[in-house]
């Protein structure tokens, strides 16, 4: 009994937050405090998750959303001075715009779940252990298993991670051999033998 | 009061609207940002919410089986991969033109 009413109480506590916080995600012009308020409103999804007895979703989301992502995020912010350079003012057109569209696709989705009658089974209080379920599901190579989708998200990442690397490395000009020398064009030179290197950094000889 | 809250919990037709209300959030942030980096945390927002519309039928519609859970473990998986590329994509583009401004990234328009 007091556990059903504190889950109703956290549930409508978190999703008020969740909205506030989604909503200075996309509104904030200083995109490092959207960067922030994004972090918050993922910690709130993982509580969400345990609301819905999804205790290992709520596990890997605090640890790929908000250790991860959001921190790339913000390092990208940075990087890209976004925060000085950008602020990010949408004119009052496109604002209306966006938010014309978003209020229809929001009404329209409701009213289809509103008028759709799901068959739901009774509540079945599951204080299942869906953890080990989620990994004998995960690794089970029958007709039900996900090996294979498992195995091929390892391969995503993996691509994923190497595409990362080549596409935000330093390429060099045309007419220069790569080096991993360093990331300011004269140390990328000092780094190759002096045969090698550019004719218009070699030095004249004495 | 107790008992009132204890009877009036969160249903199906809740948690539904309440990720509703959060991917129609996202889609606001993602056609008004004009910074790609501001973008990309919009997807990210709609991404969780289609994650957790999945968890949340899992648990009320099929609350014996784990399917949608895995969903939403791909789905963090796949978001992972895209906001890396995404990302390097945009400091690639950063050092080529000092700006990540979608609306001057127009050289392929016809």
Known sequence: MIEQAMATVLFYGFAAAAMVLALAVTISCNLLRAAVCLMGVLSIQAAFYILLAADFLAGVQVLVYVGGIVVVIAFVVTLTRSSQLLMDHPSPLRMLLAIAVAAGFAGVSIAALWMSAFHQPGMAHSTMDSTRAIGMALLDTGGSGYVLPFEVISVLLLAAMIGGIVIARKTPPPDQPFTSGGDRPGEADAALPKSQRPLRDRRAPQ | ?110
């Open chain 2, 1 to 110: 009061m107790i008992q009132y809250l204890a009877s009036h919990g969160p249903g199906l037709i809740h948690w539904l609207i309440l990720s509703n209300v959060l991917f129609a959030i996202g889609i606001y942030g993602l056609l008004s940002r004009r910074n790609a980096i501001g973008i990309l945390m919009a997807v990210e927002l709609m991404l969780n919410s289609a994650a957790m519309n999945a968890v949340v039928f899992n648990r009320f519609l099929a609350p014996k089986s784990v399917d949608g859970e895995i969903l939403a473990l791909f789905v963090i998986a796949v978001a992972a991969a895209e906001a890396v590329v995404a990302l390097a994509i945009f400091v690639a583009l950063f050092r080529d033109r000092s700006s990540i401004d979608v609306n001057r990234m127009d050289s392929m328009k016809g």
